[in-house]
């Protein structure tokens, strides 16, 4: 397993942006497929957006054409997947995960239990 370590979250407006980072230490030039969740207080986890190893990528109807999915695989010892969020909404709120799995394939796609590997998590708030 690997730990991965989220960053970027914060407060700003409807229709604000913000863009969160997740920091994946690998130990061997692995593929692996990497994910945003996120959690809304009072709800279940659910699926924002996959990045595959070979850079495809799928994303929840919710956010399709605001969020953006990318990854960094610049650096051999870290991977760095990015999440640019656009037009935010009040709906947006949560807390904010990124999950990894090795694997050049996200097969579980927006599905959690797919994925074993899980930060700590970003607070996103997005105020009316």
């Known amino acids: 397993q690997v730990k991965p370590v989220e960053s970027g979250g914060g407060s700003v407006q409807t229709g604000g942006s913000l863009t969160l980072s997740c920091g994946v230490s690998?130990?061997?030039?692995?593929?692996?497929?990497l994910g945003w969740f996120r959690q809304a207080e009072g709800k279940e986890r659910e699926g924002v957006a996959t990045?595959?190893?070979?850079?495809?990528?799928?994303?929840?109807d919710s956010v399709k054409g605001r969020f953006i999915i990318s990854k960094d695989n610049a650096q051999d010892a870290q991977i760095t997947m990015y999440l640019q969020m656009n037009s935010l909404k009040p709906e947006d709120t949560a807390m904010y995960y990124c999950a990894a799995e090795r694997g050049a394939y996200c097969y579980g796609g927006l599905i959690s239990a797919y994925y074993d590997s899980w930060g700590q998590g970003t607070k996103v708030t997005v105020s009316s």
């Open positions: 690998q130990y061997a030039r692995v593929d692996y497929c």
């Open positions: 990045i595959a190893g070979d850079g495809s990528t799928q994303y929840a």
